[in-house]
């Protein structure tokens, strides 16, 4: 069993930056895949960004998030910077083993209980 814990969420005027991070405990997989995904209300959960060796990212996001992870703290961080009001929802990550889609919710197992984030205009 994986615990993950997502902390950083906040309010924000748009164009400032927010860090998110999520805490990885109990049997971690340092070699595995971690995804950020976002939902704002009355939508689907969408992905964001992951990591796997390689870094990979949804387009409205390319030049302004970043994705890190430091496997000595079992932590992944979304480092977020120019942020739109559109950025606005709560943001989950995700692992699990043999993930073989990194976009697609469904190929994670375990989550996180999120964390708002909110861009005002």
């Known amino acids: 069993q994986v615990q993950l814990v997502e902390s950083g969420g906040g309010l924000v005027q748009a164009g400032g930056s927010l860090r998110l991070s999520c805490a990885a405990s109990?049997?971690?997989?340092?070699?595995?895949?971690m995804g950020w995904f976002r939902q704002a209300p009355g939508k689907e959960r969408e992905f964001v960004a992951a990591i796997a060796g390689s870094t990979f990212y949804r387009d409205s996001v390319k030049g302004r998030f970043t994705i890190s992870r430091d496997n000595a703290k079992n932590t992944v961080y979304l480092q977020m910077n120019s942020l739109k009001p559109e950025d606005t929802a709560v943001y989950y990550c995700?692992?699990?083993?043999?993930?073989?889609?990194?976009?697609?919710?469904?190929?994670?197992?375990?989550w996180g209980q999120g964390t708002q984030v909110t861009v005002s205009s």
């Open positions: 995700a692992t699990g083993p043999l993930i073989v889609e990194l976009t697609s919710p469904s190929s994670y197992r375990y």
């Open positions: 109990g049997r971690t997989f340092s070699n595995s895949a």
